[in-house]
């Protein structure tokens, strides 16, 4: 016997990825109703592989929703991560130049996993393979969602919409031109990532600044490794054997990585665009956008899932009072709050991008301005300490 589908309800939330299964989680911790709707099957949410990073916000957050359990047994706690470029080596001591703080290396698939199975174990409606969702109405107080599934068309009436639909989803796609700044910056190589089942080349990750262009060496777990190279857009996966991916990242390494690195079959292997992307507002009426519907950041400073976290922080916290309360204090000052903090985490991920990448187009002016300014950060602890307190996460409170 299927749970009914709900065809009223407090929050409509679109999109079953991290952004909409943690508001899930925090609404229902909160006694406040909510739908999740989902296009694709959750196998297939699950399939896509992307984040690997958790900042603290991010870890609070999923013990906040009660899914924090797996992540402690299995996270790995990072105090730091290496910076290769020139041959050598250069730790960034995070935990130290930041009075005691780490990052949790614990993929965003087993994240969405917990949330996933936290949510169906209590029986919240989720509807997956939800099709045609449209949204309506969200300017006014009754906004309403409809949707087919099965063939059999439904409308969802509802308090508030969150589009959680990521980069190519309805929700922002819904809101009158005039109403909305987007704001892109998109990159001219892309990221190709390979998934294995083999130990880590580093206990730490290694971000490699090299002459034949960026390398990032990940992990999930003590047995099992992300990598990433910059490769050009015009490449396509299927020119990319498991072999021909080994051997170039073994030429961006240095002799150590070389010697240590273990390859094998690769179990997932995409090609992603990098882009910044940002919407200006967040909210239009009794539509608000979280995490990738409102902004896109290139994966290198690992802040796409964490502004996704904030968002949602922002944005529960906000409905939270709005019911409890009666105020809407929270919901008219959810998309300031949240732009202040994404566009810091937009200029941080720029930034590294821009250090961390070849530019060949910008000729070979652009590689000595990066040699300088690495040798600078590195040798500074004032560098060393800007690039660890970015990369950790700023303070919620920070600047206020
Ligand atoms: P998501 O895109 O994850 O989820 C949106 C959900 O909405 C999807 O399940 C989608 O199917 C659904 N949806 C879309 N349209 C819909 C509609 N019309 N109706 C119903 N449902 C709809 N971040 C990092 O920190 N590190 C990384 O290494 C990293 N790598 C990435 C690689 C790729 C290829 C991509 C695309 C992103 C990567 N990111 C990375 C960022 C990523 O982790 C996002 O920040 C994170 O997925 C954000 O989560 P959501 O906001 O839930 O969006
Ligand atoms: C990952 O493990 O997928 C990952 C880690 C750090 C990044 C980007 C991606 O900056």
Redesign the pocket.
């Known amino acids: 016997m299927t749970t009914p589908i709900p065809q009223r309800t407090q929050v409509a939330i ?7 299964l943690l508001l899930g989680q925090l609404l229902h911790k909160a006694g406040i109703d909510a739908v999740i ?4 099957t959750g196998d ?2 699950l399939s ?1 592989i ?4 958790l900042e603290q916000v991010c870890i609070d957050l999923m013990d906040e929703a009660g899914v924090g359990q797996r992540m402690h047994q299995e996270g790995l706690v990072h105090g730091g991560f290496e910076m290769l470029y020139g041959g050598a080596r250069h730790r960034i001591d995070m935990n130290k130049l930041t009075g005691g703080k780490n990052v949790m290396v614990y993929g ?1 698939t087993e994240l969405t996993r917990d949330l996933m199975d936290a949510r169906q174990a209590v029986g919240l409606p989720t509807v997956y393979e ?1 099709k045609d ?1 449209a949204i309506h109405d969200f300017g006014s107080a009754k906004p309403r969602v409809t949707y087919s599934k099965d063939g059999v068309e439904h409308t969802l009436e509802c308090d508030f919409i969150a589009g ?7 929700c922002r796609a819904s809101v009158p031109r005039a109403a909305i700044r987007e704001f892109e910056k998109v990159y001219p190589f892309g ?1 190709l ?1 390979l998934l294995s089942d083999t130990p880590p080349v580093s206990d730490e990750l290694i971000y490699v600044n090299s002459p034949r262009g960026f390398a990032l060496c990940s992990q999930r777990s003590k047995t099992r490794s992300r990598y990433y190279l910059q490769v050009p857009l015009t490449d396509r996966i299927e020119e990319w054997t498991d072999e021909a991916f080994w051997q170039e990242l073994r030429l961006r390494l240095d002799e150590e990585g070389r010697e240590k690195l273990i390859t094998g079959p690769s179990l997932e292997k ?1 090609i ?1 665009p990098l882009r910044s992307f940002v919407t200006e507002p967040l909210r239009f009426g009794r539509l608000f956008l ?4 409102g902004h896109i ?1 290139p ?1 290198t400073g ?7 976290a904030t968002d949602v922080k922002y944005l529960s916290s906000a409905i939270i009072e709005f019911y409890q309360e009666r105020s809407e204090a929270g919901i008219d000052g959810y998309s300031a709050r949240c732009l202040r903090r994404i566009w810091k985490a937009e200029r941080f991920s720029w930034w590294f991008t821009q250090l961390m990448h070849r530019f060949p187009e910008d000729g070979p002016i652009s590689a000595k301005f990066q040699e300088a300014e690495l040798d600078y950060l590195l040798n500074s602890e004032a560098g060393s300490r800007s690039i660890a307190e970015n990369y950790v996460g700023l303070p919620l409170n920070f600047g206020e």
Do not use: M
Not at 14 to 20: E, K, L, N
Not at 50 to 53: E, P, S, T, Y
């Open positions: 679109i999109g079953a990825g991290p952004s909409g709707l989902e296009r694709q297939y949410v896509r992307r984040a690997g990073v965003q939800a969702v959680c639909d990521g980069f190519h989803g309805v990221w990532g995409s992603a979280a995490g990738d519907a950041v994966p690992a802040k796409g899932l964490n502004l996704a």
